[in-house]
């Protein structure tokens, strides 16, 4: 059974630091790793797919990486902004194409 | 292009209640899936139609719990009689194909007291 793991759990920063939030996964046989943004009241957006046979995926301020066999994902965020506060969810997928996703990431970056 | 929009955003009722949600998928989008989750826990995978036809319903927690596609546009998902332990924010998402990315609707916040 897949288990996704994201830590940190919270992370409060100021205006302008470089931040990475970390993604862990147990099974490492699978299709696609998926980084969603969740805004208060909003649907889940999503921000970055990388594809099982891809290290890294870049869009923006954002970079994602993915290493398979140690089951590890990173998304890495430059010079943060108010803007990126949200909850950053990791979602892998397996053959079933149903997404497994982690508990989230709580990101507050003050002015 | 609408998105997925889901009915009600908030639901609030007593333990015993019917409650039906609804989710429109954006057009065209033969896959809807619906998720769940409970605070403080990960969301969760709920079930899977493909047009009207469920694919995947492994994730339904019990019978208490029916969803349907009538017509293969929008999808309800009936929680009779709920429960306490049936709070929590219902996802809806679609996709064109199984493969695909999928769109996530707003969610439904449900109370269950």
């Known amino acids: 059974k897949q288990e996704v793991t994201q830590i940190p759990a919270a992370l409060s920063v100021p205006e302008g630091e470089n931040l990475v939030l970390n993604c862990s996964f147990t099974d490492s046989a699978i299709y696609n790793l998926q980084w969603f943004r969740q805004d208060p009241g909003k649907g889940l957006t999503s921000l970055l797919l990388?594809?099982?046979?891809?290290r890294e995926q870049t869009s923006g301020r954002l970079n994602a990486s993915l290493d398979k066999s140690s089951g590890r994902s990173t998304l890495y965020i430059a010079a943060s902004q108010p803007g990126d506060s949200a909850t950053y969810l990791c979602?892998?997928?397996?053959?079933?194409?149903?997404?497994?996703f982690g508990r989230g990431t709580s990101l507050i970056v003050h002015p | 292009e609408a998105g997925v929009t889901q009915f009600p955003s908030h639901s609030v009722i007593e333990k015993g209640q019917t409650v039906t949600l609804r989710c429109d998928p954006i057009?065209?989008?033969?896959?809807l899936y619906w998720y769940r989750r409970v605070m403080g826990k990960e969301i969760k995978f709920l079930l899977h139609?493909?047009?009207?036809?469920?694919?995947?319903e492994s994730g339904m927690p019990n019978n208490r719990f029916l969803a349907e596609r009538t017509g293969g546009t929008y999808s309800t998902l009936k929680v009779q009689p709920a429960e306490l332990e049936d709070s929590g924010v219902y996802f809806c998402a679609s996709s064109p194909n199984r493969a695909d990315t999928q769109y996530f609707g707003p969610g439904t916040r449900l109370t269950v007291l």
């Open positions: 979602a892998v997928t397996i053959g079933s194409y149903i997404p497994t």
């Open positions: 139609f493909v047009k009207e036809s469920k694919q995947d």
């Open positions: 990388i594809q099982s046979s891809q």
């Open positions: 057009s065209g989008h033969d896959n």
